[in-house]
Each structure stands twice: as C-alpha cells, then as structure tokens.
Nanobody, 115 residues
Framework: QVQLVESGGGLVQAGGSLRLSCAAS????????MGWHRQGPEKEREMVAT???????NYADSVKGRFTISRDPAKNTVYLQMNSLQPEDTAVYYC?????????WGQGTQVTVSS
C-alpha cells in the first residue's frame, strides 16, 4: 500500500501564492511518477503537473509559467509551488503516485482563490 498525505491548501487572494506538499509512505519502491491533479466545481478532474522518477516535469498549458513541481527523494515528498493564482485555479488538488499497474491518490486539499 501507498499512503499519500497532502497539505498546504487554503484561501488566498488572486495573485497570491501557495505551496502544496505530498508526503508518500508505505510501499513506495517502483514509483514511476508523482503529480498533482485538480477538480474544480462542475469540472472534470485534470492533470496539473507531473514529475517522473528521473526528474522530468510536465505541466498543463493553463499553469505553465506559474506553477512549479519538484521532488525530494530523501523525504519521499513532492511539492507544487503555485504563483500568480487566479480564481480559475480554485479546486480540490489531489496528489497522485503512479506505479507500473496502479495509481494511488491522496485525500485532496482545497485551494480557493478569491478575487
């Protein structure tokens, strides 16, 4: 089993910043990638950013230049630095942990951006 615990969500004004953290524990060997997905009100869940075990990052077009994903292997933790937040970024953000055959998900952390 893999357990994922997200933290760092909250309420911010437009233009503000937040940093999300996701700590992984359990059977973490064999990780292929970790990332962040989000689901806003009346929206489908979408990929925000991913990072492979080799450190290659990928971003949704809507967040390029504003969000940065990083990973600390020593702490089994992935981060999402979110700058220049906009109301459209309001969503529940979920941490994802991918192995060869399985995806594991955290419980989600709420990010709310007010105008």
């Amino acid at each position: 089993q893999v357990q994922l615990v997200e933290s760092g969500g909250g309420l911010v004004q437009a233009g503000g910043s937040l940093r999300l953290s996701c700590a992984a524990s359990g059977s973490i060997f064999g990780m292929k990638a970790m990332g962040w997905h989000r689901q806003g009100p009346e929206k489908e869940r979408e990929m925000v950013a991913t990072i492979t075990s080799g450190g290659s990052a990928n971003y949704a077009d809507s967040v390029k230049g504003r969000f940065t994903i990083s990973r600390d292997p020593a702490k089994n933790t992935v981060y999402l630095q979110m700058n220049s937040l906009q109301p459209e970024d309001t969503a529940v953000y979920y941490c994802n942990f991918r192995k060869e055959w399985y995806d594991y998900w955290g419980q989600g952390t709420q990010v709310t951006v007010s105008s």
